[in-house]
T-cell receptor, first 117, second 114 residues
Framework: GAGVSQSPSNKVTEKGKDVELRCDPI?????LYWYRQSLGQGLEFLIY????????KSGLPSDRFSAERTGGSVSTLTIQRTQQEDSAVYLC???????????????FGPGTRLTVL | AQSVTQLGSHVSVSEGALVLLRCNYS??????LFWYVQYPNQGLQLLLK??????LVKGINGFEAEFKKSETSFHLTKPSAHMSDAAEYFC????????????FGTGTRLLVSP
């Protein structure tokens, strides 16, 4: 079956512009995660969605970052007024569920490489 | 709080030699532990995971790892390296109940020479 897909694969933008990054999780996966991979910070958790519950936004680095998940499936990560330090690879992952006593495997997409000039 | 330390940002081995990538973790709750591999310009692929069953975990591509609570370690090994194993490897830790984000180490790049 299809894995996690992300678009675009590459995005180059100018400082101060807004960008939207898209993630299509594996069909049937109720949990969705965003991570960021950068040279200076390594792999960092950003935000987590589980079903219809309120998302866990504890990893978002600033209020310029937001994400939504429509219909429990596709997710969009939005970065407003981009800064050069936002340059990174943004990875999306999905898992079948998270529930008491079980942490399901997270499957990762290929990422979106964001370059802010 | 949880954290992972991967010793060695780069490890070089010859083809056919033993691969040993080190990972030590810190966790205030019983951990789940993971090894992921990342090939150039690709996402992360799960190699293996420890979820409190057997302490010796076998994964894909001939890799295995052993959970040692007394040493807080989860080192990754492979008896004989192949050229195709050249990639970056990430160790990660999470808790074992409810929502659990992955906390990653800084990664180890494995270089395999002929």
């Amino acid at each position: 079956g299809a894995g996690v897909s992300q678009s675009p694969s590459n995005k180059v933008t100018e400082k101060g512009k807004d960008v939207e990054l898209r993630c299509d999780p594996i069909s049937g996966h109720t949990a969705l995660y965003w991570y960021r991979q950068s040279l200076g910070q390594g792999l960092e958790f950003l935000i987590y969605f589980q079903g219809n519950s309120a998302p866990d936004k504890s990893g978002l680095p600033s209020d310029r970052f937001s994400a939504e998940r429509t219909g429990g499936s596709v997710s969009t990560l939005t970065i407003q007024r981009t800064q050069q330090e936002d340059s990174a690879v943004y990875l999306c992952a999905s898992s079948l569920r998270t529930s008491g006593g079980v942490t399901d495997t997270q499957y990762f997409g290929p990422g979106t490489r964001l370059t802010v000039l | 709080a949880q954290s992972v330390t991967q010793l060695g940002s780069h490890v070089s081995v010859s083809e056919g030699a033993l691969v040993l990538l080190r990972c030590n973790y810190s966790s205030s709750v019983p951990p789940y532990l993971f090894w992921y591999v990342q090939y150039p310009n690709q996402g992360l692929q799960l190699l293996l995971k420890y979820t409190s069953a057997a302490t010796l975990v076998k994964g894909i591509n001939g890799f295995e790892a052993e959970f040692k609570k007394s040493e807080t370690s989860f080192h990754l090994t492979k008896p004989s390296a192949h050229m195709s194993d050249a990639a970056e490897y990430f160790c990660a830790v999470s808790g074992n109940t409810g929502f659990q984000k992955l906390v990653f180490g800084t990664g180890t790049r494995l270089l395999v020479s002929p």
